[in-house]
């Protein structure tokens, strides 16, 4: 029921970084919530999520490390810092909420609400 808005995407070379931020129209604390990302000619990704206190982090193994997800559950918002970015993470970013007992994050199954995704494009 929630409504998401991502931004923070953009054109960055091979090593820097970004950080996207995940807009919600209302609370999130009752949603776990999730980054996503889908390349071209690629299966949609799971990328990170962080449970609805804030308490517990997940990450695929492709972006621990470099990826840190956090949440302001008093301003709505989550975000996912990305560092030392790849080519290889040039991706349209999506972040999705997930209510509770829909089971493990990292297999993207239910989540109830999607953004519209912001384009992370890494090349030199």
């Known amino acids: 029921q929630v409504q998401l808005v991502e931004s923070g995407g953009g054109l960055v070379q091979p090593g820097g970084s970004l950080r996207l931020s995940c807009a919600a129209s209302g609370p999130t604390f009752t949603y776990t919530m999730g980054w996503f990302r889908q390349a071209p000619e690629k299966e949609r990704e799971f990328v990170a999520a962080?449970?609805?206190?804030?308490?517990?982090?997940y990450y695929a193994d492709s972006v621990k490390g470099r990826g840190t997800i956090s949440r302001d559950n008093a301003k709505n918002t989550v975000y996912l810092q990305m560092n030392s970015l790849k080519p290889e993470d040039t991706a349209v970013y999506y972040c999705?909420?997930?209510?509770?007992?829909?089971?493990?994050?990292?297999?993207?199954?239910?989540?109830?609400?999607w953004g519209q995704g912001t384009q992370v494009t890494v090349s030199s």
């Open positions: 999705a909420a997930q209510p509770r007992g829909r089971g493990s994050p990292t297999s993207g199954a239910g989540f109830s609400s």
């Open positions: 962080i449970s609805s206190s804030g308490l517990r982090t």
